[in-house]
Structure formats: C-alpha cells, structure tokens
C-alpha cells in the first residue's frame, strides 16, 4: 500500500502492534481511515438498536487502530459531538469553512516560518501551510501553470499533504467555491438528510487540510452514495418510531408513503 502503509515514527494507536498499518483491499491506509469515519457517521445517524450499533462501533474502532487512522478516530469523535449541533449550524458557516481553513494554514505556517515539522497532526497542518503559501496569485484563480503529478506518482507528490492547494491549482478559487456553494445551499428532504450533509462538508472542510485521499473513488463513491439516499423525493416506506436515541427509524415496509418535503416545515436557516 504504497510508502504509508508503516509508520516511520512510533506508531499513534497500540504502539504494541508495530509500525505496520493495515490497508486491506483499499491498498493504502488514509484510505481505510476516511472509510471508517464515513461508516461511523452512517451507523451513528440511524441506529436501530443499541447492541446492533455496540458491536458496529467496535468494528469501526478496530478498522481504526489496525490502520493507525489518527483523522479517522479523530473524525468519529467530532461526528458524536457535531450529529447533536447540526440544527444550530447555518449554511453560511458550513460555506465559509473551506476559505477559513485555508487562511488558517498559510497564517499558521508564516507564523510558524521555517521551522521543521513532526509527523503529527500540528506538524501535517504545518506542512500543508507551508505548501499553500507558496503558489502564485494566478495559480490561486486556477490560471498558472503547475507541475502536479497524475496517476499513481500523485501520491508522492506534496500536493497530496495539502489538498487545499491541489484544489486552487486545479480548479481555482472561484470555481471551487461555486461547485461548494452548490452542495452547501442545495436543498435537502428531512433533519436527518441534513445533519449528514452537515457531516460530509465538515468531513472535507477538514480532511483537506492534511489529504487528498478525499478525492479516492474508493472512499469518496460510498460517502456520496449515501448523501444521495438520504435524498430521494421519495422512499415509499413507512416511519417505524424513533431509535433509542430519538432518530425516526424505518419500518421496512413498502407502501405508498411518500418522504415529506424539507420545505413544508423551515427547520434550517
């Protein structure tokens, strides 16, 4: 699974384990990681009944350490806190988020200047800044030149530690945040549809900070496959009661029983 299947440092979870991190079919393990943070985030909107979501959860933890995905753990802990908030969160700050992110990391690395960094999260924020202070005014617009690497070299290339600057390059900033603010203002059915959509902007609004490992198909399908589930103009089944924590569940049977529009009700600003 390419350079990053071992860890040149200690290892993060279970040191006791080794320096070798697990990647399984997805061939390197920031990818296992993302996978595991976007199950977390799917079991953890619905569940259905406690030890059913228990022994779930395990299993994600374990994917978790054998892979030592520091941001997968890192991202299934802030599902459990954001899940709760998403009503109070407006799309406005969902929007911003991204371009607040990438001001952080270029003033965090000036600040910082030329100082090494340690393969941590500080040090991965660190390098990113670093990486993102240093294209052009014109590369930022998507307009110069630039000397990225494609197919599987991408991987060494830099960019790949700071995702914010491969989307600029690439697409520039006024075209990156028109295809954001189509997703962050695109209407959604129910409050379930919408703390997971809350979910997915706050997964990349973060996740590109450090990775491009969003843009995998392998991990990147999946996440959009269930967005889209959560959004059907109708699902023709039946309410089922509320789960143990409060989230209306599915009875699975199929009826003329039409998903009501998010709109009847103005549930989010």
């Not at 494609?150 to 990156?176: C, H, K, M, Q, R």
């Not at 967005?227 to 309410?239: C, F, K, M, V």
Request: with cysteine.
């Amino acid at each position: 699974g390419f350079f990053n299947s071992a860890r040149f440092q200690n290892r993060t979870l279970l040191p006791i384990l080794g320096d070798h991190r697990v990647s399984g079919i997805f061939l390197e393990a920031p990818s296992v990681g993302n996978f595991a943070g976007i199950v977390f985030a799917w079991i953890f909107l619905r569940p259905k009944r406690l030890w059913s979501f228990t022994l779930k959860t395990t299993a994600v933890v374990m994917i978790v350490v054998l892979a030592d995905a520091r941001f997968g753990l890192y991202f299934c802990a802030f599902v459990a806190v954001i899940y709760p908030l998403s009503r109070f969160i407006p799309r406005t700050l969902l929007f911003i988020g991204p371009f607040a992110a990438m001001i952080a990391l270029v003033a965090y690395a000036s600040a910082a200047g030329s100082q090494l960094f340690d393969n941590d999260m500080v040090g991965r924020f660190l390098y990113a800044g670093q990486i993102l202070s240093k294209i052009y005014a014109s590369q930022v617009f998507g307009l110069g030149a630039s000397d990225i690497s494609t197919g599987a070299s991408f991987a060494s290339d830099p960019v790949n530690d700071s995702a914010y600057t491969y989307v600029l390059v690439e697409i520039g900033i006024i075209g990156s945040a028109a295809l954001w603010a189509l997703f962050i203002y695109s209407p959604v059915l129910d409050r379930t549809a919408w703390r997971f959509k809350t979910v997915v902007a706050l997964y990349y609004i973060l996740i590109l900070t450090i990775a491009a490992s969003a843009f995998t198909i392998k991990t990147a399908a999946l996440l959009w496959f269930l967005y889209g589930t959560l959004n059907r103009r109708s699902d023709r089944t039946a309410t089922a009661g509320t789960s143990w924590h409060g989230v209306q569940q599915s009875a699975g049977y199929r009826g003329p029983v039409a998903a009501p529009a998010y709109g009847t009700r103005r549930l989010i600003s």
